[in-house]
């Protein structure tokens, strides 16, 4: 919001796509407040708002996809006109060239369609390759086989969708759902984020890789991946083709993950908590965690790995003002720029994690205890499918703005270099850690209720 000269400039409110990301993300939680309305007794539902299409879950055939029959079209056709209209005003004020936006929108909402469907077939739902694989594939098949359409150029706001989605997605962080579980799962968080940090961090400068992004790497490897990976992004100013190429690994390395650390926790004989709270400390990838968990077995497998990924979750706003402080006061001095205003903290400080932030108190102080926890989860519920919407929208376009040759040779290789290493590092240390906090050697963990 400055205006390059001390000032505030106002029209950032209405023309910056992290401004924006907040309005729609808002608008979406309002009406889900208004259309929330008990249908019987202790079950709630979210009226007004659109719910979008039902897809089969562990689908074999074709005809067990769509359960609703042909109401999955209009709600196919409902909520993209929804989503459509909203992202268009903004778009609109952001300057966007509507003309192409209108149809490539279309197209990407059917590739994220198309992903969110394959993503329920049964054997990729048993192995949890999230429908943000398929999404992302999707995107890097045009682009890296086929020319891009400038309409799909125009339609492809990676950065914008992500933030509605990651607004969104504040609506279902429940404070009380950590208190419920425990602190030992935010002891983990705070302890593994730190440490995986730093140590991520300085295996980078090692490989060569400059400050902003070494801080972009270390940021998605020690606290929830994609998410962080933007909110370090925008707190820092980073490159915004840096930020795409470690979304992309990320995912990548999530894929790899699900494959690896479920059999290797039942080959190491871990107790389910034990080996939930290591998965969901080292994957980066939400669902994922949520699909490794499930893999190992045991309702404590995956509720411990769901607990400490949300627990990590918290951490985004604060790590995002801490790398916006460092960033303001010792980076730019550092690269010659003059001394900044304390104000210039706030104008680096991603305003989509406000959003976040404001969703999820609103939600945990508000909604929660006006009408109860079920009521806050039909909420979050609610909010989670426009989450999904808008990650899957925001895969297809970093795949269309992806190559896979850069993704590899992006700084001679270092960059993926130091991820890599710096990961296999993350699990050992956090299978340290989680040894100590949730073994029983030491603790009794409290394990979160249903």
Not at 88 to 104: E, H, Q, S, T, V
């Amino acid at each position: 919001m400055s205006n390059g000269n001390g000032g505030l400039d106002w029209s950032s409110l209405w023309r910056k796509e992290d401004w924006w990301s907040c309005w729609i993300g808002w608008f979406i939680l309002v009406i889900a407040i208004i259309g929330l309305h008990e249908v019987a007794a202790g079950k709630w539902a979210v009226g007004i708002l659109p719910h979008g299409p039902k897809i089969g879950k562990n689908w074999t055939t074709i005809g067990a996809i769509f359960p609703k029959g042909g109401a999955t079209v209009w709600a196919f056709l409902v909520l993209f006109i929804f989503s459509g209209i909203l992202t268009l005003i903004g778009g609109a004020f952001m300057k966007l060239d509507l003309k192409r936006y209108i149809p490539g929108y279309f197209i990407i909402f059917l590739f994220a369609y198309l992903s969110m469907i394959l993503a329920n077939q049964k054997f990729f739902k048993t192995w949890g390759i999230a429908y943000v694989i398929f999404a992302l594939a999707f995107g890097l098949i045009i682009s890296n086989i086929f020319k891009v359409p400038q309409i799909l150029r125009a339609a492809g706001q990676t950065e914008f969708f992500i933030k509605i989605g990651l607004v969104c997605m504040g609506a279902g962080i429940f404070f009380s759902d950590v208190l419920r579980g425990g602190f030992i799962g935010l002891i983990q968080a705070l302890v593994v984020a730190t440490s995986v940090w730093f140590m991520t961090y300085w295996i980078c400068r090692k490989f060569g890789v400059s400050e902003r992004f070494s801080s972009i790497i270390a940021t998605a490897n020690s606290i929830c991946g994609v998410s962080a990976t933007i909110a370090a992004g925008g707190a820092i100013q980073g490159d915004k083709k840096e930020v795409s190429y470690m979304i992309a690994w990320v995912l990548v390395c999530a894929v790899v993950l699900i494959i690896v650390m479920p059999p290797i926790a039942k080959w190491l004989d871990l107790p389910n908590n034990w080996a939930g709270a290591w998965v969901g400390g080292v994957i980066d990838n939400t669902g994922a965690v949520v699909a490794a968990g499930g893999i190992i077995g045991g309702e404590a497998a995956y509720k411990v790995a769901a607990m400490v990924k949300m627990a990590q979750n918290v951490l985004i706003g604060i790590v995002a003002f801490l790398l916006a402080l460092w960033s303001t006061l010792s980076l730019d001095r550092m690269e010659g720029a003059e001394k900044p205003s304390f104000m210039e903290i706030w104008y680096r400080f991603p305003k989509f994690v406000v959003g976040f932030l404001v969703a999820s108190l609103v939600v945990s102080f508000i909604v929660e205890p006006a009408s109860g926890y079920k009521a806050a989860k039909a909420i979050g519920s609610a909010l989670k499918t426009y989450r999904n919407w808008f990650f899957a929208l925001c895969f297809v376009s970093i795949g269309l703005e992806t190559n896979f040759k850069e993704l590899v040779s992006v700084g001679g290789g270092r960059p993926a270099a130091a991820y890599w290493i710096s990961q296999t590092a993350n699990a050992i240390w956090t299978l340290f850690v989680t040894w100590i906090l949730w073994s029983g050697t030491f603790f009794t963990p409290v394990i979160p209720a249903d």
